[in-house]
């Protein structure tokens, strides 16, 4: 099962953090618009990222809700039909949030980096460290940090909850 180590933080200056993070880039970004509708499940979180082209990415992941960088797992598939797999999920399991982004997308050596404006929440900044096989968390939590130093990102901006977690809650967080 695939894994990265996470962060999440949100932006007071949105503008300021794109420039470092472009900087730092081993090249241009890439612009997603995407809609991820989150479906009630008992174990982890279950989404499905639908893309402007009608494709998406079904995606179970396990990541504990915490402001340090944190282990998550995940397994993922391709949809090739978006809207189909959304209505069967939502009749069989419930839809329990949906979450709207323009995502920009840089690669910072084995790290993406999200720049997210996220509908009713504001902009944000993800790391996903990719981590090797038997690698270890404290590996991974060391990069993460080191690129919050690098993009002046300060501890009180992290958000240990998902962005559905946050528009449940109105947007708090």
């Given at each position: ?15 300021a ?10 090249g241009?970004?890439?612009t ?115 690129l ?26």
């Amino acid at each position: 099962m695939p894994r990265n180590v996470e962060i999440k933080a949100r932006l007071t200056e949105p503008d300021a953090t794109r420039r470092l993070v472009a900087a730092a880039a081993d090249g241009p970004p890439t612009t997603l618009e995407q809609t991820d509708t989150f479906f009630r499940v008992a174990d982890g979180r279950l989404k499905l990222r639908e893309f402007a082209d009608g494709t998406a990415e079904l995606i179970h992941y396990h990541r504990a809700d915490t402001t340090v960088p944190a282990d998550s797992r995940y397994t993922k598939a391709d949809v090739p039909d978006g809207a189909a797999l959304r209505e069967l999920l939502a009749a069989a399991l419930g839809v329990r949030g949906r979450v709207v982004k323009r995502r920009l997308i840089f690669r910072v050596g084995r790290t993406r980096v999200h720049l997210d404006d996220v509908q009713g929440l504001g902009a944000f900044l993800e790391l996903e460290v990719e981590m090797a096989d038997g690698e270890s968390l404290a590996a991974g939590a060391e990069e993460a940090r080191r690129l919050m130093r690098a993009f002046a990102i300060p501890e009180d901006t992290l958000v240990a909850e998902a962005y559905v977690d946050l528009l449940e809650r109105g947007g708090a967080g």
